[in-house]
């Protein structure tokens, strides 16, 4: 973490052997790091909470000077606890063979003694971290991309803007516990990461961890990390979400779902900032700041006794309220725009809403929200491609959409559904056709060409409105009304 930001120095792990050099090490780098120091592998191994930013790792952990298996084993084992952390090998030995082997095993980087002075290594150090952040960002990023979830904030009524503002406010303080309330789908974790982007700790981790999606046995190991043998099947020490998220954000979503157990320990931990993983002793300090989120009303699970009222209102040190999109209709219209667009640059044709579709959109109240919403289009897209149309009509949209339509409308809403329907059928026959009028009223089932102009001058003359809509109904057929 960066020192200017008013954190903590990056953590360094130095694994060495030699304790003349450890402490030269030590008092060479304490001035830009956090500096642990371990002799051996079960002392690094110990050390590895929070995690460190990088790690020195001496080649040779042992009195025989040929012997770098126990470094090879701790290399693999730091790889595969901690991917994302460089580990920098430092040996007096020049062999080239455990050179290649290191690399190959996920070293960073390969120093000698004592051909390294202290500047070199300090230069190599800070390559490394800093790619050490890259790395931790990317692989975020790319997590980010698997969600299929927008990464803006899409809006302009007065409710988004506001929103907005107070997500500033809040970015500003790195240390503020804060509290999403909000319907399903209407973007507590998007709100979350916005509140990270736009925060002190937008260079640090973003942890989220779906609360309702682990079992509640699991609960707290998967939070403060557990002890080999802490219970059945935990083989090796693990590194739970909150040492994970170690100078960044931890998202608690669906804080309401956790049992009496973890809310004393989730209480504790908020009020202390430190903690004991399941199975140990030992007393872990970490700085993340805290964001949580629930559909629940915790003040009415509170009255019932399910949630502590202490947590509760330590959660709550900031609460954001988020509008549901039936409060904010007025952004309808723009979401389904970028919803769109989005799926074009994902590699679909660029399609659009008619007219009529719209009117079922922004009438229909979103019981899940902007997330109902996306999947919306994304099924309507769907139906719109394989009828072969780049306009997506009514007949597109879900039948849970259009049930809710059905309900409101009275019965000539009904009947100028109906006509609406028939007309894009025709609309899309003559288009099929080349409007050729002759195939088109055989393909509609029409007695003859007739029959089908003296329905469409039927149609018309009840709901003129409609010609509008439909251009070739307009050009085959208009001197028909």
């Not at 930001?5 to 001035?31: F, M």
């Not at 002799?39 to 050390?47: C, K």
């Not at 004991?276 to 872990?284: D, M, Q």
Request: some cysteine.
């Amino acid at each position: 973490m960066d020192t200017e930001r008013g954190l903590a120095k990056p953590a360094l792990l130095i694994v060495d052997d030699d304790e003349t050099y450890l402490n030269s090490l030590q008092r060479a780098l304490r001035g830009n790091y956090e500096v642990r120091a371990a002799r051996s592998p079960a002392e690094a191994m110990a050390l590895l909470s929070p995690p460190p930013e990088a790690v020195l790792l001496d080649l040779r952990l042992s009195a025989d000077s040929s012997e770098s298996q126990s470094s090879l084993r701790l290399l693999k084992s730091l790889r595969k606890q901690l991917p994302d952390v460089p580990v920098l090998m430092i040996t007096a030995y020049g062999d080239i063979e455990v050179v290649v082997k290191c690399m190959q095993l996920g070293a960073a980087d390969f120093l000698q003694k004592p051909r390294a002075d202290i500047r070199e290594i300090k230069a190599r150090l800070t390559k490394a971290v800093e790619h050490g952040k890259l790395s931790r960002r990317f692989s975020q990023l790319e997590q980010e991309l698997r969600l299929k979830e927008p990464r803006l904030i899409v809006g302009n009524s007065k409710e988004i803007d506001e929103l907005k503002r107070i997500i500033e406010a809040v970015a500003s303080d790195a240390k503020l516990t804060v509290l999403i309330r909000g319907e399903t789908g209407t973007g507590k974790e998007l709100v979350a990461r916005a509140i990270h982007a736009s925060g002190k700790r937008r260079a640090e981790a973003f942890v989220p961890v779906m609360l309702n999606a682990i079992p509640q046995s699991m609960i707290e190991p998967e939070l403060f990390g557990s002890e080999a043998g802490a219970f059945t099947d935990a083989r090796e020490r693990r590194i739970g979400y909150l040492e994970q998220a170690h100078g960044g954000v931890l998202f608690l979503d669906e804080i309401g779902e956790v049992d009496a157990n973890t809310q004393i320990k989730l209480l504790r931990f908020l009020e202390e900032r430190e903690f004991c993983r399941l199975g140990g002793r030992n007393t872990i300090k970490v700085d993340v700041q805290v964001i949580a989120a629930t559909n629940a009303d915790l003040k009415q699970r509170v009255s019932e006794g399910r949630f502590r009222e202490d947590l509760y209102f330590r959660l709550r040190v900031h609460e954001i309220i988020l509008p549901t999109l039936r409060e904010r209709r007025a952004d309808i219209v723009t979401t389904i725009e970028y919803f769109l667009d989005m799926f074009h640059r994902g590699g679909k044709k660029l399609f659009r809403v008619t007219p009529a579709a719209l009117d079922v959109l922004t009438r229909f109240d979103w019981p899940g929200n902007v997330r109902q919403l996306r999947n919306t289009i994304e099924s309507a897209i769907f139906m719109a491609d394989l009828h072969g149309h780049i306009n997506i009509e009514p007949s597109d949209l879900p039948a849970d959409v259009l049930a809710q339509e059905a309900t409101n409308l009275s019965l000539l809403d009904i009947q100028e559904t109906l006509a609406r329907t028939e007309l894009q059928y025709i609309e899309r026959t003559l288009a099929a056709t080349g409007e050729r009028k002759q195939d088109a009223w055989q393909l509609l089932g029409y007695n003859d060409r007739f029959a089908l102009r003296r329905r469409v001058k039927r149609i018309l003359k009840s709901y003129p409105q409609l010609v509008e809509q439909f251009p070739l109904v307009k050009k085959n057929f208009a001197k028909a009304v």
